[in-house]
């Protein structure tokens, strides 16, 4: 009877052992800065629970938008630059509010230092200039870009813009439907293509046919539709129905005669990004988006990026407050409050949105964070009224 006593208490310090080792690989994060100090909040939108949050939220996002349109990521350090993605983000936020003026000066900065062809690069100086780390340049902030484009009812005026990213879209769908690998919003490179870089490239080609018909370019149109139709396609074949991070490949393990597995790089939180507000809702998509909050919500109650992200229990919160955002958008009040809830309760002192929120329930990393202030208004807009959809 001793036997299993003695392999138990062996399995038992082999996993605290394992977790001891993740600990040490895997350290703390904490807070850079409490965030920045507000007089007042402009804003009288949001309602009770969140007005506090969604004004300071604001307040964040007016300090970290330069004079020249440029919106800082963060105000420290290795966030003080500009990314495509957060300030197409903080652009559709204000339009959803009715702060246009605000929202076009973004763009316009987008506007003046978009590439003349080619890919975005993945972060811009404050200045406009290319920061030029060693970062590959990024494929979905094309899509990122019409996005917010057309949601702010700006074709017009970013043509230019408009037109360059579209075809960058087109120009990188391969035989197969599909563009090549490009890093995405985990900021690294990769191996392989990611639903991270898919799923912006079909929302932007949706805002872009919608920016054509608006301004009666025909032939675009009819382009951009064309390889939206050859992307979409594309995706569900190579994603679907699960859509993990990487693309889905069958398994055998299945007993014969029922629908063969797909396995991939497992969950990952830009799955959200293939449903409302982004795209229009589809059962299939719905599940998936459902599984992956399940599979990647962390014991503090908040979400890792991905199955794949290093399993540290450390919650992002711009992948929480995508999920509150889609949960809103699809009809889930409930999960968009409890997320909302979860955000709120887990600002700094000074009441900024961080970064991250590590295992000890502490807010973490860069704080405020432009493109959590965003979805963070984005969501509580969309509790309330439905946001449109490309």
Not at 28 to 49: F, K, M, N, W, Y
Not at 91 to 104: F, M, S, T
Request: include cysteine; charged fraction near 20%.
């Amino acid at each position: 009877m001793r036997f299993p006593y003695v392999v138990i208490a062996l399995l038992l310090t082999v996993l605290a052992g394992g977790t001891i080792n993740n600990v040490v690989r895997n350290p703390q994060p904490r807070l850079v800065s409490d965030g920045i100090p507000h007089a007042s909040a402009r804003s009288t939108l949001g309602s009770e629970p969140y007005d506090d949050m969604v004004r300071h939220a604001l307040a964040d996002l007016d300090s970290l938008t330069l004079p020249n349109g440029g919106t800082l990521a963060g105000e420290n350090g290795p966030w003080r630059y500009v990314w495509p993605r957060d300030a197409s983000f903080v652009a559709v936020a204000r339009c959803a509010i009715g702060q246009y003026d605000d929202a076009l000066e973004v763009l316009s900065f987008l506007d003046r230092v978009r590439p003349a062809t080619g890919r975005w690069e993945a972060r811009y100086t404050a200045d406009g200039k290319h920061v030029g780390d060693g970062r590959e340049p990024q494929l979905d902030a094309s899509g990122w870009v019409l996005w917010a484009t057309w949601f702010c009812r700006a074709g017009r005026q970013y043509w230019d813009m408009v037109e360059e990213s579209a075809d960058q879209i087109l120009r990188e769908l391969g035989p197969d439907g599909l563009p090549a690998r490009s890093p995405d919003y985990w900021e690294r490179p990769e191996k392989e293509l990611t639903i991270g870089t898919v799923a912006p490239l079909l929302t932007g080609l949706r805002s872009a046919v919608r920016i054509a018909h608006d301004q009666r370019q025909q032939a675009q149109a009819t382009r951009w539709q064309a390889g939206l139709d050859k992307l979409s396609a594309a995706t569900d074949r190579t994603f679907g129905p699960d859509y993990p991070r990487t693309p889905a490949r069958a398994t055998s393990l299945v007993e014969p005669g029922v629908e063969p597995i797909g396995v991939g790089g497992g969950a990952d939180s830009f799955v959200t990004v293939l449903g409302p507000p982004f795209a229009p809702a589809r059962p299939v998509v719905s599940t998936a988006i459902d599984n992956a909050y399940a599979a990647l919500t962390q014991p503090n109650g908040g979400v890792t990026p991905g199955e794949d992200w290093r399993a540290d229990g450390v919650s992002w919160t711009p992948q929480t407050a995508l999920f509150a955002l889609s949960a809103a958008a699809r009809g889930d009040q409930d999960t968009a409050n409890t997320l909302l809830t979860w955000l709120n309760h887990h600002r700094t002192k000074l009441g900024a949105l961080p970064e991250k929120v590590n295992r000890d329930l502490e807010p973490a990393g860069e704080a405020p964070l432009a493109w959590t202030a965003a979805l963070v208004v984005l969501t509580d807009t969309a509790l309330h009224n439905p946001l449109p959809v490309p």
